[in-house]
């Protein structure tokens, strides 16, 4: 007849005796020691995989630079379809084909048949130049514009006598830290933003065979 096979405690072959509670307890905690600390790495490389694919996504889809800085405008072209609706000639500078304008367009004055002829010029070094044409515009809508400030100096560029603001020193000028502002016929003309020097030339150059013209080759 076959021996009954013993129901006692299972031995352990380390110890050669069966395993106390407590010793069972320890076992138990051990192994789950040995487990958790196993996860740690397989979970540290999870979590980082999944924030690389984070990172990803917003370089591909959000944070994706558009191929231009800044919204582009074909000044020339506004100009042409803008000027059938006005009497005096409007002025668009002839700037370096790097340059480019954020906006160009006729706003109503500030009384009857008055407007105001606006191109806001982008420089490849983000200066900003805006060309405001106030046209039948007089004193006031000039120092309404640069808030009341008083000139700082004067130039003559190509013929052209303009009046300078150079509030660069100045605390927050924003896009008025450079302004100019001469007369052309009908219109009062002030250049204003944050370029250099060179710059407000450049655009002063272009417009002065123009602003000469309107006011009879002053």
């Known amino acids: 007849m076959a021996a009954r096979k013993s129901s006692g405690p299972r031995i352990v072959a380390e110890l050669g005796r069966p395993e106390t509670p407590d010793e069972t307890a320890a076992r138990k905690a051990e192994t789950s020691r040995v487990h958790r600390a196993a996860q740690n790495p397989v ?51 002839d700037v370096p084909a790097d340059w480019e304008a954020n906006r160009a367009e006729a706003r109503p004055g500030t009384s009857d048949g008055s407007f105001t002829w606006y191109i806001g010029l982008i420089t ?39 009046q300078v603001f150079d509030q660069r020193d100045t605390r927050d000028p924003g896009n008025f830290a450079y302004s100019m502002t001469t007369q ?29 013209d309107a006011e009879g080759g002053r």
């Open 184 to 212: 052309a016929g009908a219109s009062s003309v002030v250049l204003n933003g944050t370029a250099t020097d060179a710059d407000f030339d450049a655009v002063a150059e272009s417009l002065a065979g123009d602003i000469l």
């Open 124 to 162: 490849p070094a983000d200066g900003y130049i805006a060309v405001n044409q106030g046209i039948n515009e007089g004193e006031a809508w000039v120092a309404d514009l640069l808030k009341n400030e008083q000139p700082t100096g004067e130039r003559t560029i190509d013929g052209v006598t303009w």
């Open 43 to 93: 979970n540290l490389v999870i979590a980082l995989l999944a924030s690389l694919g984070i990172v990803l996504f917003l370089v591909l889809v959000v944070a994706r630079p558009n191929t231009a800085m800044h919204d582009t405008v074909d000044f020339r072209s506004v100009a042409e379809r803008t000027q059938p609706g006005i009497d005096e000639p409007l002025l668009v500078p």
